[in-house]
């Protein structure tokens, strides 16, 4: 897989060690949704798959938790939220504001120094 800007923070070497293993639980992943109904049946499994990652990693590399480990590994699971939102969620929400119009208050609001009319 080929990304379009390298995550600076990650080696290339450490993504091509990583990523047959991503491909392999995201298959999976997506296989087992195939026979779920809900279009969301995914989350639940990417939510199992990730926490069940993380937490192999901690006890395999410290063996126990910590707070310190604690607090890194809930900041990482923060950081990947918004980092998937400022990148995709966001630019999503811009075209479909573009396409459909906005929300009139958060227009106003958006504007600088544009204060909303006051309701009598």
């Known amino acids: 897989m080929r990304y379009a800007k390298p995550m600076p ?25 195939r026979a779920m109904p809900e279009e969301t049946a995914f989350a639940g499994l990417l939510n199992y798959a990730c926490t069940s990652v993380a937490m192999q990693v901690v006890e395999g590399r410290f063996g126990r938790l910590r707070y310190g480990v604690i607090a890194t590994l809930t900041g990482v699971f923060k950081n990947v939220g918004d980092e998937l939102y400022r990148r995709v969620a966001a630019p999503y929400e811009d075209r479909q504001i573009a ?4 929300v009139p208050l958060y227009e106003a609001y958006a504007k600088a120094g544009v204060k909303p009319r006051e309701e009598p």
């Open 9 to 33: 923070y990650v080696k290339p070497e450490h993504r091509t060690a990583l990523d047959p293993a991503i491909r392999e639980l995201s298959h999976a992943i997506v296989e087992l949704t």
């Open 99 to 102: 396409a459909n119009g906005d």
